[in-house]
């Protein structure tokens, strides 16, 4: 026994070890999602950091300030680096502050999304027979429509606000996990190691989540990066359309909306905001792209 | 223990194939009837073509599947798995060991967690007790204690066979059914696993049913031999008497189709060769 529990640590360390040079192995030779990971991880920072590094509170109004354009064009101000909005809200704080609730709008519904799908795909692949055909026609309906438009409708159903437009945009993005699930689950369920566990006696509950989940993950992880991104600029979307995060609330999308009104006036109010939207999807993506090089074995060129 | 440990009456297995757009329903018998008995410490060889029934008769002995008629008794008690749940105790007499090594392991299950896991779901023994239960399994079949938490792709097609092994034997079964558990894997690693799995014999006083396609194979490690063909048992009997003096043509032609490779038959064939 006691040389077992001093060949342990060893023994597991290799495997696990491996795994992962294996994974960054393959993830690295994508530059561009390293790139995007890099990115990625600099926005996390951004946004975790908000309160230490954004110049002036995201809501406070600069009465003297207004409409400053950012601070390398005539007339701007080194205290506003990036100008100020309508009302005299330092752009750079309020965009630091958004990326807040991006990331956590992409985390909350990617999560929602990928529990959910993960559990009635799962089911859905395992039971088969009627239940099965009854799951994937009701994610088929959802999936016919077109995305924004349905949440856009269970958003006018729930009322606007950020958690309903995050709860709308998780049931639009849910279907694509369900298919996902079961797809795999359908492919994995009749292997042999799934025979040998229901002969050592495990019960269905055991074989659906222990057994043959864990198999699946890769697909799903990829997904749900995509996801991610779609779900930020599905909220920014129902922001812009004011249906999303209110006003004040420095959303990105949010923010667009309020600005709309000066495009021609004042470039930098509208441009700041979609900038930051577009530069954190395309990393996402990006990144997502990787991982998908890296996790699906018929893509590993080896 | 007395009388027979494995015992089948009639067993029949049809499989419905729901008509399509373009086909009617059909009915395949893959298994037609069968009868068979094995007794405590013996080996039962069941032979046959591909799709002759055998993988199916195996999935029926270890209650994966359900017969369709005919009954099936293990250790004098009557089992049927369409009516009603099996209990753990009927589950872990009952233990099987596939063909494909490859694929008969969770990839994302360590070594120790796949001997563990029989433990874990039909006992209540503690981790510890389990983790020193599959320790021993571990030595009883040829590997080491540093395999213990390896995964199943740091391993060749012989061991991961070894592994299959002792997960079968980790809840102690009396009956162990091999689904050709030698044919993929090659000659002298075909060898190593036959011999643990007589060694096994010997030591647990298991009993085998052994499937296999591989005459050889057969003829090493079998007690009695059943030969199917199109899902029925064509033949039945003791090895010797089987091997010696088959009694139906299609086993006639099965012993001939064996190539043969001990010098007295290669200087034969080479002498009707040279004689043509």
């Known amino acids: 026994m006691v040389q077992t529990t001093a060949i342990e640590p060893v023994s597991l360390d290799p495997s696990r070890r491996r795994r992962l040079a294996d994974f960054w192995y393959y993830f690295s030779e994508n530059r561009g999602a390293v790139i995007g990971l890099w990115v990625f991880v ?104 077109p995305s924004l438009l349905l949440a856009l409708v269970l958003v006018a159903v729930l009322g606007p606000g950020l958690t309903n437009a995050m709860i709308a945009i998780a049931l639009v993005l849910q279907p694509h996990f369900v298919r996902l699930t079961r797809a795999a689950v359908m492919a994995e369920k009749s292997r042999e190691y799934v025979i040998a566990a229901r002969v050592a006696g495990a019960g269905p509950m055991r074989l659906m989540f222990r057994t043959i989940l864990p198999n699946c993950m890769a697909p799903l992880i990829v997904q749900a990066t995509l996801s991610f991104s779609n779900a930020i600029l599905d909220a920014a979307a129902l922001g812009f359309l004011g249906m999303g995060a209110q006003p004040p609330t420095p959303e990105w999308g949010t923010m667009l909306a309020e600005a709309r009104e000066f495009i021609l006036r004042a470039w930098w109010v509208v441009t700041f905001p979609g900038l930051a939207i577009l530069i954190t999807v395309l990393a996402i993506n990006l990144m997502g792209d990787g991982l998908r090089d890296a996790l699906d074995p018929k893509l590993k060129r080896s | 223990m007395t009388g027979p440990i494995l015992e089948g009456k009639n067993i029949v297995r049809d499989y419905h194939i729901r008509g399509g757009m373009f086909g009617a329903a059909r009915t395949i018998h893959a298994v037609k009837g069968v009868s068979f008995k094995v007794d405590k410490g013996r080996t039962l060889a069941i032979v046959g073509e591909s799709g002759c029934g055998k993988s199916t008769l195996a999935r029926i002995i270890t209650l994966i599947d359900a017969a369709t008629a005919g009954e099936l008794f293990i250790e004098g008690r009557k089992v049927d798995i369409s009516k009603g749940g099996l209990t753990p105790e009927m589950r872990r007499k009952v233990q099987i060991v596939f063909q494909n ?94 011999n643990l799995l007589a060694d096994l014999q010997d030591e647990f006083g298991l009993t085998y049913v052994f499937i296999s396609h591989d005459l050889s194979v057969v003829r090493y490690i079998a007690d009695d031999v059943m030969v199917m063909y199109f899902g029925e048992a064509v033949e039945y009997g003791s090895r010797d008497a089987v091997f010696s003096d088959p009694q139906h043509s299609y086993t006639r032609t099965l012993f001939a189709a064996t190539p043969r490779a001990d010098v007295d038959s290669i200087r034969a064939r080479l002498a009707r060769k040279n004689a043509a």
Not at chain 1, 68 to 83: F, K, M, S, T
Not at chain 2, 162 to 185: F, G, H, T
């Open chain 2, 101 to 194: 090594p490859y694929g008969s392991l969770n990839p994302r299950q360590k070594i120790g967690d796949v001997l563990g896991e029989p433990l874990l779901i039909n006992t209540t023994r503690t981790a510890e007790d389990r983790r020193e239960l599959a320790m021993a399994m571990l030595k009883k079949v040829g590997l080491g204690h540093e395999h213990y938490n390896r995964y199943p792709h740091m391993f060749s097609g012989g061991q991961r066979q070894r592994i299959a092994i002792a997960r079968a034997l980790m809840l102690n079964p009396s009956l162990l059914v091999l689904d050709e558990p030698v044919s993929a894997l090659d000659l002298s690693v075909q060898a190593q696993v036959l």
């Open chain 1, 42 to 145: 600099i926005l996390v920072a951004l946004a975790l950091l908000a309160p230490l590094i954004a110049p002036h509170a995201p809501n406070a109004q600069y009465r003297d300030a207004v409409l400053l354009p950012p601070v390398w064009l005539d007339g701007g101000n080194a205290g506003y680096l990036l100008g100020t909005d309508a009302v005299g809200r330092d752009m750079l704080s309020r965009l630091l502050y958004g990326a807040r609730f991006s990331l956590f709008i992409g985390v909350v519904v990617t999560t929602l999304a990928l529990v959910g799908g993960i559990v009635v795909g799962v089911f859905a692949g395992y039971v088969g027979g009627w239940v099965d055909t009854v799951i994937m026609r009701v994610m088929d309906i959802i999936l016919a429509f």
